[in-house]
């Protein structure tokens, strides 16, 4: 009887130990397909040159990306309804903005994707009430963002003095953004 019994928890354990292995494996799987997914919509990747744009900040000056050869660029897409976006936006003034003050051969170019300029400005407004101070530019017909991706917000793209995208980064992770900090810091030195 002791037998059958514990012939029964060793199969309950070998099933169980099973199942988690399937799971894991299956999370894996959706997780790697949700990447495909992502990358798939990407345009630019890392590697790539950045397509050149102009885009008008809120303030009403126009900023052209090809101006700012020789500098290190953080172009970031976002949205003002995007959570995660604004996750990020909460890690940009400590993380970015006061790490590279005063280091002039480095710019921060967030662009709202697909928005107009009253909402872009009122977020802006919120946001600045909460210490998240920057100038924003605006792409209210997706022109600027379709040069470098069909879908998925937040996006960053870190491009070097000469151009070319170093790093691509898709979604709010705070791990992947510290690494994109050390990345800017790198190409600054």
Not at 31 to 36: P, Q, T
Not at 86 to 96: R, S, V
Not at 100 to 117: A, C, L, N, Q, Y
């Amino acid at each position: 009887m002791k037998s059958k019994f514990y012939i029964e928890i060793i199969a309950g354990l070998i099933m169980s130990a099973m199942l988690a292995t399937s799971m894991r494996a299956n999370a894996q799987n959706e997780a790697d397909s949700m990447r495909k997914v992502m990358e798939d919509a990407s345009i630019v990747k890392a590697g790539d040159y950045a397509p050149d744009f102009s885009v008008e900040m809120l303030g009403g000056r126009f900023l052209k990306l090809s101006d700012l050869k020789g500098k290190v660029v953080l172009l970031n897409f976002w949205a003002t309804w995007c959570g995660p976006c604004m996750m990020e936006f909460k890690e940009i003034p400590d993380k970015i903005l006061k790490r590279f003050e005063g280091k002039s051969d480095f710019v921060f170019i967030p662009i709202s994707r697909e928005e107009t300029r009253e909402t872009v400005r009122n977020k802006m407004n919120q946001l600045k009430k909460d210490g998240i101070d920057f100038p924003a530019g605006i792409d209210p017909d997706k022109m600027i963002y379709g040069l470098y991706a069909k879908s998925y917000i937040p996006r960053n793209y870190l491009i070097d003095k000469n151009g070319k995208v170093i790093h691509a980064l898709i979604g709010y992770d705070a791990k992947e953004f510290a690494v994109l900090a050390d990345r800017i810091e790198e190409l600054l030195k």
